[in-house]
């Protein structure tokens, strides 16, 4: 099995493999067979496309969590420039699992906050899992307040499976942390969009992820409580994690469908992972357009429409 | 069947009969002391042991109904009710579980506010309901709660809110999550004007709720031993297995390591959340 696939792509792992092993015999011998790998080429991508035309709930969200998904940090690169990071929330620690700094988008100088997670081992630890601490949700308020001082917009990116849930973090008020921020980013006096790049992750992805647009990449996700959870509070079984998954409604598609995320920001074929420089761009693009937008509304406009839009999530009958 | 099964595929053996001697309800027992307890005496003591001072929970209603002044008392938005926007179905369905929480609580959802005195200070109060899905926050419990911040807006006097909840209600999925960012929105309105909000943890406040509207009290409160958090103790167990400390999570510990300004006997809330309240709003000492 190939693990750069997941279970559902294996088909296209196949394909891909035999490709491999055509090229390889390709170059050893005289006999033209470029015909015959371009042929299972087009083969691959109509297979990839069927398959990811009808991917489930479940499906997404192991996308939405692929080793090679790419974290802020890769988007930070790909699309901003003369990005300085900074560091600790002053009174406690630095924490790695949140990332954040001032960049330049095209020319204009941003704010970016984001969750980042580690690609090996080590970093993987480093970054605890994308699981903040207090410290790093004070670290972002922060930087949200930087920004509002030297009207700088922020751009958050949201990719955690949660805040982390230790005994330190429990100690240093992990609650509290999430909670000011909301509180914060809902009075914040600057623009703010707010992506899911990969796993929005309940209230640690909702506390840098509150402003006046919210954006998803197709295949990210974003849920009250991670499928497993809820799965095993539900059905008091870990099994019916792809159940709940269908039942939270926790794609773009559908929370799109729900109004309660504004846009979606297409991935190249295959995932994000598959083309990161097309993904970027596509993210790039969005950012920008909604920026241009947000910057041209009088602030005080901006902050009433920010608060509206959150006093109309909710459904409920009044008789 | 064999002779072995016979004997054990029962179920759950009680021991039946003779325990009916005693007319049902009329005597409880406390979980901590293990007192036997006159119900109308605990009922009068606002559901506090009175041999140990365990603090039981209390339903919101009652919980409005001993923390205000008998007059006046309006109740706010009482006609919101739940929709099941999103046909959620675990094991159960999500409208069948809303069916069954109203009945078996006689509320419409899980939070109950009014407009009235404590002590004469006006305010506006919310409790919840913990015994409605776990006291779980969804859209009705934001949406009132917003009505609540409105309300004291609109009267210029403070709001107090008791919680009690499992946190974000998962029935409703991202929506309940929204009303994290709902809820605390509303109280930077409340901020912004002037107006006290003093928030009072009881038993148990803990996810989505503890990580938001709870924790934001200009003043937060806590009833003694309250379990509040924000993950649950099962799931810090699960992922850095080690053994808890001891009072792990209690307001003792949230009071130790700064997340309230204090803890208040549930039999002294109103007295001291008076006195609190009328300073704040430069009124004259309650007596």
């Known amino acids: 099995m190939n693990l750069n696939f997941l279970d559902f792509e294996q088909p296209i792992a196949e394909l891909e493999a035999k490709i491999e092993e ?8 005289e006999v033209n067979i470029s015909e015959e790998i371009s042929r299972l080429q087009e083969k691959s991508k109509a297979l990839t496309e069927s398959i990811f035309a009808n991917l489930n709930a479940w499906q997404i969200s192991q996308l939405a969590r692929h080793p090679q998904r790419p974290y802020t940090f890769d988007y930070v690169n790909h699309i901003f420039t003369d990005f300085y990071e900074l560091h600790g929330d002053r009174t406690f620690a630095d924490d790695n699992a949140i990332v954040g700094g001032i960049a330049r988008l095209e020319s204009k100088p941003v704010m970016i906050i984001g969750q980042q997670k580690g690609r090996d081992t080590t970093e993987k630890i480093r970054r605890n899992f994308g ?19 030297f009207k700088l917009p922020l751009l958050t990116f949201i990719d955690t499976p949660g805040a982390y849930p230790g005994i330190d973090a429990e100690e240093r008020g992990q609650s509290e942390a999430i909670a000011r921020n909301l509180l914060v980013m809902s009075q914040l006096k600057t623009p703010i969009i707010c992506t899911v790049i990969g796993e929005g992750g309940s209230g640690g992805a909702l506390a840098i992820g509150v402003g006046d647009r919210l954006m998803m990449l197709q295949y990210s996700t974003y849920s009250v409580i991670s499928p497993e959870g809820c799965s095993s509070i ?4 870990a099994d019916n994690a792809a159940e709940a998954a269908e039942a939270m409604g926790i794609t773009s598609k559908r929370l799109k469908e729900l109004g309660l995320v504004d846009q979606i920001v297409p991935e190249p074929l295959g995932g994000a992972h598959r083309d990161v420089k097309s993904m970027a761009l596509n993210l790039k693009n969005a950012l920008l357009e909604n920026l241009e937008y947000l910057e041209g509304m009088p602030l005080d406009k901006l902050l009433d429409q920010r608060y509206q839009r959150h006093m109309n999530f909710g459904n409920y009958n009044e008789t | 069947m064999s002779w072995l099964k016979k004997i054990f595929n029962t179920g759950i053996r009680t021991e039946g009969g003779q325990k009916k001697a005693v007319p049902e309800g009329l005597w409880t027992k406390c979980a901590v002391c293990n007192a036997v307890l006159y119900r109308a005496e605990l009922e009068r003591n606002q559901e506090v042991c009175p041999k140990c001072d365990h603090h039981m929970r209390l339903g919101g209603r009652r919980r409005l109904q001993h923390f205000l002044d008998e007059e006046p008392r309006v109740e706010i938005a009482m ?12 094991q159960k369905k999500y409208k069948d579980r809303i069916t069954a929480a109203q009945k078996s609580t006689a509320e419409k959802d899980a939070l109950i506010a009014m407009m009235g005195n404590v002590k004469g200070v006006p305010l506006v109060a919310a409790a919840f309901e913990f015994r409605f899905m776990g006291g779980s926050m969804g859209s009705v419990v934001g949406e009132k709660f917003v009505r609540c911040v409105d309300t004291a807006i609109e009267h210029n006097i403070p709001f107090v809110c008791f919680s009690a909840s499992g ?7 991202l929506f309940s999550l929204m009303q994290m960012a ?3 929105a509303a109280l930077a309105k409340l901020r912004k004007r002037g107006l006290p909000f003093i928030s009072v943890l009881t038993d148990p406040t803990m996810g989505g709720v503890s990580a938001s509207l709870a924790m934001l009290g200009d003043i937060n409160v806590a009833e003694p031993k309250a379990l509040i958090g924000f993950a649950g103790p099962r799931v810090i167990e699960q992922t850095v297995r080690q ?10 510990f949230l009071l130790e390591h700064g997340a309230v300004d ?3 006997d549930r039999r002294n809330m109103r007295d001291d959340l008076a006195g609190i309240l009328s300073a704040l709003t430069h009124q004259a000492t309650p007596v």
């Open chain 1, 22 to 29: 055509l090229r390889y015999v390709g170059d050893d011998t």
């Open chain 1, 131 to 149: 699981m903040p601490r207090p410290e790093g949700y004070r670290k972002a308020m922060r930087l949200m307040e930087l920004a509002e001082r």
């Open chain 1, 234 to 237: 539900l059905w008091k079984s």
């Open chain 2, 79 to 90: 006609n919101i009710e739940p929709v099941d926007a999103l046909k959620f179905k675990d």
């Open chain 2, 167 to 173: 946190g974000a209600r998962m029935q409703e999925a």
């Open chain 2, 182 to 184: 709902k809820t605390s």
């Open chain 2, 243 to 252: 053994t808890l400390p001891e009072g792990f999570q209690r307001s003792e």
């Open chain 2, 262 to 264: 204090m803890i208040i």
